[in-house]
């Protein structure tokens, strides 16, 4: 059974950093790209980082390019979400997804003072 | 980048009902269209990919179709269980965006 469980969140200042984990099993990590999609209070989804199964590119949305890194060690078959300069706007649920057919159950990030 | 206009915003309809939601694309995105089914407090599932085909596991009533830069989501016979937000995503061309979502009631 495949499954995604992310990890990291909480409540932080605006500023601040944070990580985010996605640990997977159930499926070969190593064979599959991954992203990162979020989702504002009572908003709708926005896709904001990919990464190639062997790390070999990566894409961001212009909300988060230069803030956000998405990186993955499949040795531990764990997607990453490094988080800096953290905006009140980037207060959301985090998905990890899997291509796009598989979601993990996110995990809250509140950016607030 | 890419614009998702996802028609309508919200809609109600009566069980048993044939319901369509709607994205139109600003440009060119082939067949890389993937929609996806929300609950109250749950992640989304992935319903429809590749405009047109059906995901594991997703029941018959649902189907996925295209004409021109129009993708259109269908509900053969609307059920109680059906009752949820509907998004679309295009996965052409980066950044991937996803339309505005339709949230989807029984009358």
């Known amino acids: 059974e495949v499954q995604l469980v992310e990890s990291g969140g909480g409540l932080v200042q605006p500023g601040s950093s944070l990580k985010l984990s996605c640990v997977a099993s159930?499926?070969?990590?190593?064979?599959?790209?991954m992203n990162w999609i979020r989702q504002a209070p009572k908003k709708g989804l926005e896709w904001i980082a990919l990464?190639?199964?062997?790390?070999?590119?990566?894409y961001y949305a212009d909300s988060v390019k230069g803030r956000f890194t998405i990186s993955r060690d499949n040795s531990k078959n764990t997607l990453y979400l490094e988080m800096n300069s953290l905006r009140s706007e980037d207060t959301a649920m985090y998905y990890c997804?899997?291509?796009?057919?598989?979601w993990g159950q996110g995990v809250m990030v509140t950016v607030s003072s | 980048d890419i614009q998702m206009t996802q028609s309508p915003s919200s809609l109600s309809a009566s069980l048993g009902d044939r319901v369509t939601i709607t994205c139109r694309a600003s440009?060119?995105?082939?067949?890389?269209l993937t929609w996806f089914q929300q609950k109250p407090g749950k992640s989304p599932r992935r319903m429809i990919y590749?405009?047109?085909n059906l995901a594991a596991g997703v029941p018959s009533r649902f189907s996925g179709s295209r004409s021109g830069s129009d993708y259109s989501l269908t509900i053969s016979s609307l059920e109680s269980e059906d009752v949820a937000d509907y998004h679309c995503l295009q996965s052409i061309q980066y950044p991937f965006t996803f339309g505005s979502g339709t949230k989807l009631e029984i009358k």
């Open positions: 990464i190639y199964y062997d790390s070999s590119n990566k």
């Open positions: 440009q060119d995105i082939g067949n890389y």
């Open positions: 590749g405009a047109t």
């Open positions: 159930g499926f070969t990590f190593s064979n599959y790209g």
């Open positions: 997804v899997r291509v796009s057919d598989y």
